[in-house]
């Protein structure tokens, strides 16, 4: 378990931060920056359960979690050594990107299939859950530009993709079921 006595050490004051490795980088690297916006999209997460309750508060909190999980993923490179590290760390794994799947035909079962692009909005819950989807789209595409980069763990990338699909229907979910979702409609104010 971790334990912070001092939140603050001074160490970061120059433009660097430490990896989980203990490697420094600056605090704009491709690396932070992943796995700084997973941290954002779990405080996106964590706004979104002030609207939630039952079943949809469960799969956030769990959501949360695993957001946990991938930062700890992201700020450790080296996934060739891992099989040799004394303390292996903490990678995502594919029985978590089928929990999100398993959510996502759950949620999708009792959903009108979508005939236009709906808006974000509509409820609150909704709106939030809108908000998740698009900083899930945004640490994807960091993900992913890392993994240009550098080795990235692929359940991590394929977690981030199914995230943004799984707020998407959790929001038309959120939106009576899809009956109060919001429809584009193009060319409205032409």
């Known amino acids: 378990m971790v334990v912070l006595n001092k939140i603050y050490t001074r160490t970061g ?3 660097t931060t430490a990896l989980g490795n203990g490697d420094r980088v600056a605090k704009h690297d491709a690396r932070v920056n992943a796995y700084g916006t997973s941290d954002e999209l779990n405080a996106t997460v964590g706004v979104a359960r002030l609207h939630a309750s039952g079943d949809m508060d469960v799969w956030l909190s769990a959501i949360q979690n695993d957001l ?4 700890a993923d992201l700020c450790r490179p080296d996934l060739s050594k891992d099989a040799t590290s004394e303390y292996p760390p903490l990678r995502m794994v594919e029985s978590q990107v089928k929990r999100l799947e398993t959510e ?17 909005g509509g ?15 945004r640490a994807e595409r960091l993900a992913t530009e890392l993994a240009g980069v550098a080795e ?10 199914r995230l943004s699909d799984w707020f998407f229907v959790a ?7 899809g009956k109060a979702d919001v429809l584009w409609v193009p060319g409205a104010n032409r």
Request: hydrophobic share 50%; aromatic share 6%; with cysteine.
């Open 123 to 137: 409820s609150a819950l909704a709106a939030h859950l809108h908000v998740c989807r698009t900083v899930a789209r």
């Open 104 to 120: 996502i035909d759950a949620m999708n079962a009792d959903l009108e299939p979508l005939r236009s692009f709906i808006l974000p």
């Open 152 to 161: 990235v763990n692929v359940h991590a990338v394929t977690y981030l993709n």
């Open 13 to 15: 004051d120059k433009g």
């Open 68 to 71: 946990f999980d991938l930062g």
């Open 171 to 177: 929001a038309r979910v959120a939106n009576d079921g």
